[in-house]
C-alpha cells in the first residue's frame, strides 16, 4: 500500500479557502486517491474520491496533477464546523472490500 | 435511510473480561469491516466479512474475533482484555453484491468508546 504524507495540523479562519495537500510518492497504477472527515467522537465521513486531474463535488474539490505522486484537497469558503481530522488515503478501486489504512491525519481548526 | 449503527455507544471493562460489540450495516449493504482506533491515532484495520466469513485481516491476536449474520449484522468480540484495548471501535460497511470488485466508499458508524479499567 502506498504511504502517504500530510501536514499534523493547519489553521484558517472562517470565510477561507482551505487547501490541504497530501503526499504519495508510491502511488500504483490502479490506486485511487480517498479523503475521508472525522468529527471527534464521530466514525469517518467520505468526502471525495479521484484517480486523475480533478474532481468536485458539493462539498470540495481533489486536485491531481499528472504525475499523481500528491493530491490537493480544496475546501472552498471554511466555517467553524469544518474543523475535524482529515485523511488523506490511498488505494485501489475497490474500496468496498479494501482494508483501508489510515494514517494520523491533518487537524484542520477553523478560527472565528 | 438507515446509516450504520453500532452498540453499545459505550462500554467499561475490566482487564480479564471479554465483550461483544455489535455492528448493524447500512441499509443495502453486505460486507462489514472493523476498525480500532486509538486516541490521536487514525482507524486501524482488524478484520473484513463477507457472505458471514472473515475475509481479510489486520495485524491483531486471535483475542479479536467476529462473526456475521444471514441478516448481514455483525459482532466483534474480545477476550482477555488489556488496558491496551480501550479505543474507539468502528464499523464500517460496503456494498459487494457478489462482485470481486466495488469501487463504493466504504460508510462509517460512529463507533463504541470501550475503556478498559
Known amino acids: 500500500l502506498a504511504k502517504t504524507t500530510q501536514p499534523i495540523s493547519m489553521d484558517s479562519y472562517e470565510g477561507q479557502e482551505v487547501n490541504i495537500t497530501c503526499s504519495h510518492n508510491n502511488i500504483a497504477t490502479n490506486d485511487y486517491i480517498t479523503w475521508y472527515q472525522q468529527f471527534p467522537s464521530q466514525g469517518p465521513r467520505f468526502i471525495i474520491q479521484g484517480y486523475k486531474t480533478k474532481v468536485t463535488n458539493e462539498v470540495a474539490s481533489l486536485f491531481i496533477p499528472a504525475d499523481r505522486k500528491s493530491s490537493t484537497l480544496s475546501l472552498p469558503r471554511v466555517s467553524l464546523s469544518d474543523t475535524a481530522v482529515y485523511y488523506c488515503l490511498v488505494g485501489r478501486a475497490n474500496f468496498g472490500n479494501e482494508k483501508l489504512t489510515f494514517g494520523t491525519g491533518t487537524r484542520l481548526t477553523i478560527i472565528p | 435511510d438507515a446509516g450504520v449503527t453500532q452498540s453499545p455507544t459505550h462500554l467499561i471493562k475490566t482487564r480479564g473480561q471479554q465483550v461483544t460489540l455489535r455492528c448493524s450495516p447500512k441499509?443495502?449493504?453486505?460486507?462489514v469491516s472493523w476498525y480500532q482506533q486509538a486516541l490521536g491515532q487514525g482507524p486501524q484495520f482488524i478484520f473484513q466479512y463477507y457472505e458471514e466469513e472473515e475475509r481479510q485481516r489486520g495485524n491483531f491476536p486471535d483475542r479479536f474475533s467476529g462473526h456475521q449474520f444471514p441478516n448481514y449484522s455483525s459482532e466483534l468480540n474480545v477476550n482477555a482484555l488489556l488496558l491496551g484495548d480501550s479505543a474507539l471501535y468502528l464499523c464500517?460497511?460496503?456494498?459487494?453484491?457478489?462482485?470481486?470488485?466495488?469501487?463504493?466508499?466504504?460508510?462509517f458508524g460512529d463507533g463504541t468508546r470501550l475503556s478498559i479499567l
Open positions: 464500517a460497511s460496503s456494498l459487494l453484491g457478489g462482485r470481486v470488485e466495488s469501487n463504493q466508499p466504504q460508510h
Open positions: 441499509s443495502g449493504h453486505d460486507t
